[in-house]
């Protein structure tokens, strides 16, 4: 699982976009967002390196960095 911190997300709707984003890199992905918190949870059966996630939130024009990798 990763979890990436994402700046500038403050609605329901930063959040689908962020959310499609991620799953236009890995569609097989599940998101959790933490609105609250800034963060999203991701869990890629894929394999999907936490580098494409990021930079996948960055080009969709939120900030994004990597915070951890387990399991």
């Known amino acids: 699982m990763f979890q ?3 700046a500038r ?3 329901g709707g930063c959040a689908k976009s962020v959310t ?3 799953q236009a ?5 599940t998101v959790a967002v933490d609105l609250a918190g800034g963060t999203v ?4 059966h894929a394999g999907t ?8 939130v ?3 024009g939120y900030g994004a960095d990597a915070l951890s990798l387990a399991g």
């Open 4 to 6: 990436i911190k994402v």
């Open 41 to 44: 949870a991701i869990t890629s």
């Open 9 to 11: 997300m403050n609605c």
């Open 58 to 60: 960055r080009a969709a």
């Open 49 to 56: 390196p936490a580098g494409r996630f990021v930079d996948a």
């Open 20 to 22: 499609r984003a991620i």
């Open 25 to 29: 890199v890995d569609t097989g992905a």
